[in-house]
């Protein structure tokens, strides 16, 4: 029987040779078809394939669990969280905080990063945690040590960049609680309150460290390159360079978390919006070594789609990276055809 290859299913098995248009063999008859197989067959642009009547059942069992070396960090990223929490009230209490106690916190854990390449499901595994504000400061840490390997710095650099971006936003301890959790939109006045965090993040680091490019990063991190950022309006070679990397990790991880007064926007729609950011706003360089290695993470992983169908990502498509190819259980979804149909969550 002739079937269109979106609707195979894994385990089927080819009644006779494909080839593609070239005349070259593709694959062999009888071959039973996996997941990549199926994928082989789109990539040579192959339509229709002759399949045996009888379909094997397909089982679907996507990637559901969390991986053995990804669920021993947890620990170590929840002790981080709350150390946070410590070092924030020692800021709100004195205005100062103890560096060694950083470290303390921040040393095992980019120890742990270490070899971890899947860094999406080291973001779910931290999406768990409901406290913003903790949370927050441990995924721009992370993120940040990220994109400062993948931009190839040194590990004794990458780990400055990221104790930097795990201290950006310290400065909010100076602010009113009332304003930090307030459920809707900031007035005014309010909003011109927020941005004082980044002078008093500065502060801060300073008087608790000494550390005058960590305290320049906390009063940079939000400047833009073409200017319209905070507190001064720097452009592009103005802002400090481990500035511009915890920008990107600060409104990533800002944009996929669950806030008072915003709901998270899932991942890969993020990084299509980080990716327009960074013609202008964001430094193009680190948002795109942020982009081109999450990407190949999604691959395997369960997703939600509005149609309320749930399948996994099997290939990223070429001509929209950030629409893939979806199989569930009884089709395959090519979302940058079907653009009524989106993903609305991703799981492990």
Wanted: overall charge negative; charged content about 25%.
């Amino acid at each position: 029987m002739k079937v269109h290859i979106m609707d195979l299913s894994s385990g089927d098995r080819l009644k006779v040779d494909v080839f593609n248009r070239y005349g070259v063999l593709v694959l062999q008859k009888d071959t039973s078809l996996s997941n990549d197989a199926i994928v082989k067959l789109m990539q040579h642009g192959i339509d229709y394939v002759d399949i045996e009547p009888l379909i094997l059942e397909h089982n679907f069992n996507s990637n559901t669990t969390i991986s053995d070396s990804v669920q021993k960090l947890k620990p170590v990223f929840d002790e981080a969280v709350e150390g946070f929490e410590v070092i924030f009230l020692s800021a709100l209490a004195s205005g100062t905080y103890d560096e060694a106690k950083v470290d303390q916190l921040l040393e095992p854990m980019i120890n742990g990063l270490i070899g971890q390449k899947d860094v999406v499901s080291l973001l779910l595994l931290l999406g768990d945690n409901d406290n913003y504000t903790y949370n927050h400061s441990l995924q721009v840490g992370m993120l940040s040590y990220y994109i400062a390997s993948w931009l190839g710095y040194p590990k004794e650099e990458a780990y400055l960049v990221g104790k930097a971006g795990y201290l950006i936003d310290i400065g909010k301890s100076k602010l009113p609680q009332d304003i930090l959790s307030k459920p809707g939109k900031l007035t005014t006045e309010e909003f011109e309150i927020v941005k004082r965090h980044a002078q008093y993040g500065h502060d801060i680091i300073l008087n608790s460290t000494g550390d005058s490019v960590s305290a320049q990063v906390a009063l940079e991190h939000h400047e833009r390159d073409d200017g319209s950022g905070y507190p001064r309006g720097l452009r592009d070679e103005q802002i400090h360079p481990y500035a511009k990397i915890t920008a990107v990790a600060d409104v990533y991880t800002a944009m996929t978390s669950n806030r008072v007064y915003q709901s998270k926007h899932e991942f890969l729609t993020v990084l299509r919006e980080l990716n327009a950011l960074s013609f202008g706003k964001l430094s193009p360089k680190p948002t795109q070594a942020l982009i081109n290695h999450l990407l190949p993470n999604f691959i395997g992983k369960k997703v939600l789609l509005t149609s309320g169908e749930i399948g996994s990502i099997i290939m990223t498509n070429q001509m929209d990276f950030f629409r893939p190819l979806v199989q569930t259980e009884s089709r395959f979804i090519d979302l940058s055809k079907e653009r009524e149909m989106a993903i609305t969550e991703v799981y492990m």
